[in-house]
């Protein structure tokens, strides 16, 4: 895990490298909320989007749908402008919805998502298309990743009480019956 988390800083390490990148401080940035084009908002309900139209294709049409002036809105990589612009736009969010910005800008290009709970999750469009969630044995879960075409993960089974296979797992690392059950009685497993 901790590989893949440093593989994925790679940009950061290259940005830095060329001079593009500010490590010392947090939100100084435009991937980490510095950005007004790159970004969480809060909507009228209380709920939130997520924004990254950082292409200009995808910046004018958060522009176009958002109805935001596209005057005060061109410059869109001029960092001394992100903190008055990003409070514009805050102000735009929190005027609607959640609901109410993805019947406007869910299927676009504009590179927008709400931002769901994990009890949400589930039933959003996007991950049912995609079997993301599965219920199994009434307990909805993540299905599981990556997908192979030729060997198909499966979850074989729900959530197991504490203490439900501890036998089984100890005989598969080779314990034996006496020693699983010393273990048990000295407390030192479920």
């Known amino acids: 895990m901790v590989d ?12 830095e490298a060329v001079g ?8 100084a940035n435009m991937l980490d909320g510095a950005a007004h084009f790159y970004d969480t908002y809060e909507c009228a309900c209380g709920g939130y989007v997520s924004i990254g139209s ?4 995808f910046y004018a049409l958060l522009i176009e749908l958002a109805q935001l002036d596209e005057a ?6 001029n960092p001394a402008l992100w903190p008055e612009l ?3 736009l805050t102000e735009v969010f929190k005027a609607k919805t959640r609901d109410e910005w993805c019947a406007i800008m869910e299927g676009t290009d504009v590179c927008f998502a709400p931002v769901l709970s994990f009890k ?7 991950n049912i298309a995609r079997n993301v969630y599965q219920e199994v044995d009434g307990v909805v879960q993540p299905s599981p990743a990556p997908r192979f075409s030729r060997t198909p993960s499966e979850i074989r089974h729900g959530a197991h009480g504490i203490g439900e ?20 009685n000295n407390n030192s497993v479920a």
Do not use: C, Y
């Not at 593009?20 to 939100?27: L, N």
């Not at 949400?120 to 996007?126: G, L, Y």
């Open 54 to 57: 950082i292409e200009p294709q």
């Open 86 to 88: 990003k409070a514009k």
């Open 20 to 27: 593009a990148w500010d490590a010392t401080q947090r939100e």
């Open 120 to 126: 949400e999750a589930p039933s959003h469009p996007a």
């Open 4 to 15: 893949g988390a440093a593989q994925l800083m790679w940009m950061m390490h290259g940005f």
């Open 165 to 184: 296979d501890t036998v089984s797992v100890l005989q598969a690392m080779g314990f034996a019956a006496d020693e699983i059950e010393q273990l048990q």
């Open 72 to 77: 005060t809105f061109a410059d869109q990589n």
